[in-house]
């Protein structure tokens, strides 16, 4: 009943808007590898891979600009636009970037699918590998045994040891 007043007109138009938005986040990823490719490969990588960790929590607050139904469509919006993000992001953004700096012909060089390679595999274990560590070492450790000693009232405490956010379309992609 929340959303009785917005007409899908406007749901479907604030949805356009966000994948436009998610869209020129690609096309400024897309620049940012255009000008490392020929650096290094590693500053690539790193790129890339810094980009997909990053997607998840920037297309987060961009999918509270729509107006959805209920929950279950809003994690299907993140989820469709998180998916396309991180594949056109880890292996199509790198044709586009091979394309133009080389020729059609050295697309599928081993050189390059061996760059795409170390991406997948580097953003396989990168991304579990920081949610381990953050939630052990910021969580765990540090925001609740050492600064829940610190708490003074009973919300501060609260605070601290609410569960971290955990997101249906995040775990998917």
């Known amino acids: 009943w929340e959303n009785l ?40 990588v790193f790129f890339v891979v810094a980009i997909n960790g990053c997607l998840p929590t920037m297309l987060k607050k961009i999918t509270t600009i729509e107006v959805h139904v209920e929950e279950g469509a809003k994690q299907e919006s993140m989820l469709i636009k998180l998916v396309i993000a991180r594949c056109v992001n880890t292996a199509l953004i790198m044709y586009l970037v091979q394309t133009q700096a080389g020729s059609y012909e050295d697309m599928f060089d081993e050189a390059v699918l061996t760059k795409i390679q170390d991406i997948l595999i580097a953003d396989a274990f990168s991304t579990p590998a920081f949610r381990l560590v953050y939630g052990f ?34 775990r998917y992609a």
Do not use: C
């Open 137 to 170: 070492f910021f969580v765990e450790l540090y925001q609740k045994r050492y600064m829940g000693s610190k708490a003074r009232t009973q919300e501060e405490l609260n605070f601290l040891y609410k569960p971290m956010d955990w997101n249906l379309a995040e």
């Open 5 to 44: 007043h917005v007409s899908r007109f406007h749901r479907h138009g604030l949805q356009f808007v966000t994948s436009v938005i998610t869209g020129l986040i690609l096309y400024a990823s897309f620049k940012v590898l255009e000008a490392l490719w020929n650096e290094s490969d590693g500053a690539s």
